[in-house]
């Protein structure tokens, strides 16, 4: 890899797939590309075909698909997004280009935010849920721990779901007779198997799946009723998770925006508990 280049920002990747009817096999090759964006573009076709778990000659059908006449201009378009408009590299060593990207996941959020109905939609979903299961397994675990938290404070009943194993899908069996009417899970790389079999058990449960995950083409948008993307770091060891913890912020408000005369009753009670226990300084 060039040592200067630079992951391309992740909206001008997904331009590469607006409008292209994928295959399942093309959506795992284009999710690849996002995920590997700070390298892939200096790959060879079968080291992407590896990458994506798929076939050397599927990665160059994909490359057919999006207009290119094979892969090799496929890669040169992806070089073209590493570099910034003057055809170099950002400055920054690698530490300041990570911050950057996730600074750019999180313009890119702020401009998907523009449009308000999918997340209102999402939010009068997940309040009208009695009680309201929240899904997170491994790396997504925290995010639905921290989720739960808050939306305690607002929702009557919210039960985290992090640990996986065959009473998983028992506890999902047990929100939906308790009466839940949908499911808020993360699906976050690297795609635990046995958060896509949740997903499944959910939806085969009645309940509707709404998945905040990495990207459009995450594997959640198989079992998922409504996908919120919100692009996750890649340029350290360990991922970063900024923007889909964010979102799940977003999420959270759009819960309280549909129930506003509970959400005020409930945290007024919390608040008034919270001072005669004293449980914060000052």
């Keep these: 890899m060039n040592e200067g280049a630079v992951a391309a920002p992740p909206d001008r990747l997904l331009d590469l797939f607006h409008g292209v009817r994928l295959t399942p096999t093309q959506r795992r090759i284009a999710h690849c590309l996002v995920q590997h964006a700070a390298t892939v573009a200096y790959l060879s076709a079968a080291e992407v075909a590896e990458l994506a778990g798929v076939s050397q ?129 993360f699906v976050l790389p690297r795609y635990p198997r046995e958060t896509l079999d949740a997903l499944r058990a959910a939806r085969d449960a009645g309940l509707t799946v709404v998945a905040i995950t990495d990207s459009p083409v995450s594997p959640a948008t198989e079992y998922a009723e409504l996908v919120l993307p919100a692009a996750v770091g890649t340029d350290l060891v360990f991922d970063l998770h900024t923007a889909p913890m964010t979102l799940a912020m977003v999420v959270l408000q759009a819960i309280c925006d549909a129930a506003p005369i509970q959400t005020q009753r409930r945290l007024e009670a919390f608040e008034s508990s919270a001072a005669r226990r004293q449980l914060f300084l000052g």
Excluded: C, W
């Design 57 to 185: 000659p599927s990665v160059t059908r994909f490359a057919v698909a999006l207009g290119h006449d094979g892969y090799p201009a496929l890669r040169r378009r992806l070089r073209e997004l590493t570099t910034g408009p003057d055809g170099r590299a950002d400055d920054g060593n690698e530490l300041q280009l990570a911050v950057r990207a996730e600074m750019a996941n999180l313009d890119r959020l702020a401009g998907e935010l523009a449009d308000r109905d999918r997340i209102a939609t999402a939010g009068r979903l997940l309040a009208a849920s009695r009680p309201l299961p929240v899904l997170g397994l491994r790396a997504a675990a925290p995010l639905a721990a921290y989720f739960a938290y808050f939306a305690a404070k607002v929702l009557p009943d919210v039960r985290v779901l992090d640990d996986g194993g065959s009473l998983l899908t028992d506890r999902l069996e047990q929100a939906a007779s308790a009466g839940a009417e949908a499911l808020l899970a």
